[in-house]
């Protein structure tokens, strides 16, 4: 079985890795999901869940932890592992974490999934903001509490932004409905298309991360859809991971 997997490591925190994985190939439209929602084969998705791990495994993820995403901002602190076919998640869209070989999932199908590290490689984060979380500007807010939370300073912050809806696709054609006018300088008017990775980098660079230190992986899961779940694609019910971990090792 092959798997697309994108590694990303963030200069200098050699023991915090992030994975972003995609499809897997093969004839099956669902190969690689990982999410269990209704309607969903269970066995198919827990075999793409233990493909995942068990290509983890060596390099020091040990379990994982995951929420019930609803779009909002809720944000859970050390939460508990849940294992590869967990129940009653709680509701959240986002994560952090001091825990060693813990690995924070997020799942995603167009939404930017976006992993955080502290330099010093002892607490991570991993949130998930749809169109409506950049509304709300979650991933500044997120990491203001991540810093408040353990005490840490926004400067000594790294983040990485995963596959997700590009510029050339995130079409709004009822912008004037759902964003509020200060949202307008990230839209093209003449496509009617909004920037949400640039928007997402300024929301975070507002949360005092420096510029340097915020990356992306400019990869549209609309555009490349052979390789990446996307629910603009007739609605893909399809979800693939984006996970972040520190190896205690």
């Known amino acids: 079985m092959k798997a697309c997997f994108l590694d990303f490591a963030f200069p200098g925190i050699a023991n915090v890795h992030c994975v972003f994985t995609g499809r897997f190939e093969g004839a099956a439209p669902l190969a690689g999901n990982i999410s269990f929602r209704a309607g969903q084969d269970r066995a198919k998705v827990l075999a793409a869940r233990e493909h995942i791990v068990a ?3 060596p390099r020091g993820l040990a379990n994982l932890a995951e929420a019930h995403q609803v779009h909002g901002d809720e944000l859970l602190v050390e939460p508990a592992a849940t294992g590869l076919e967990p129940a009653d998640l709680p509701k959240a869209d986002g994560m952090m974490s001091r825990q060693k070989n813990l690995g924070l999932v997020i799942k995603t199908a167009d939404c930017q999934p976006i992993l955080v590290a502290h330099s010093a490689g002892g607490h991570i984060m991993a949130i998930h903001a749809g169109w409506r979380g950049n ?13 408040a939370t353990y005490k840490l300073e926004a400067r000594d912050v790294f983040a990485v932004r995963g596959p997700s809806l590009g510029p050339a696709n995130a079409r709004f054609v009822n912008f004037e409905k759902e964003w509020p006018e200060e949202f307008r300088p990230w839209l093209d008017e003449q496509n009617r298309c909004m920037d949400l990775w640039n ?3 300024e ?13 992306g992986l400019d990869i549209c899961t609309l555009a490349n859809r052979e390789q990446f779940f996307s629910y603009r694609d007739n609605k893909c019910p399809g979800r693939q991971a984006s996970i972040i971990w520190i190896d205690g090792k």
């Open 135 to 147: 509304r709300a500007n979650f991933p500044q807010r997120a990491v203001e509490r991540f810093c």
């Open 199 to 201: 928007l997402t980098r």
């Open 55 to 57: 290509r983890l495994v």
């Open 203 to 215: 929301q975070l660079q507002a949360a005092g991360i420096p510029a340097r230190q915020i990356f």
